[in-house]
């Protein structure tokens, strides 16, 4: 099993950047997937996380209105896209895959991760 985040990058305040997730070597629409973030010196914090038929993703408050999830199962990947960036959410960016259909923003409740992608907003 592979996922794999991409699309980091450096960018200004107020910016765009879609993260994408592809996910390989699983049935992808068996999944939920759980985008979470790290940031220097602080612990992996959950961001949002979207269910295997891509209905009702969620994210929590301090992204709201700002980041959206999708997913096309067809092409095996997940999408986050971020918008209005802010300096503070400069992070390491994951996403993971996690079988259970019981909504869950705990990292060690998600079976597979990928390598991260860097986010660096400047302000």
């Known amino acids: 099993v592979q996922l794999q985040a991409f699309g980091g990058g450096l960018v200004q305040a107020g910016g765009s950047l879609r993260l994408s997730c592809a996910a390989s070597g699983l049935t992808f629409s068996s999944y939920d997937v759980g985008w979470f973030r790290q940031a220097p010196g602080k612990e992996r914090e959950f961001v949002g996380r979207?269910?295997?038929?891509?209905?009702?993703?969620y994210v929590v408050d301090s992204v709201k209105g700002r980041f959206t999830i999708s997913r096309d199962n067809a092409k095996n990947t997940v999408y986050l896209q971020m918008n209005s960036l802010k300096p503070e959410d400069t992070a390491v960016y994951y996403c993971a895959a996690d079988r259970s259909q019981v909504v869950s923003s705990i990292p060690r409740t998600y079976a597979y991760w990928g390598p991260g992608t860097l986010v660096t907003v400047s302000s």
């Open positions: 979207i269910i295997r038929r891509g209905g009702s993703p």
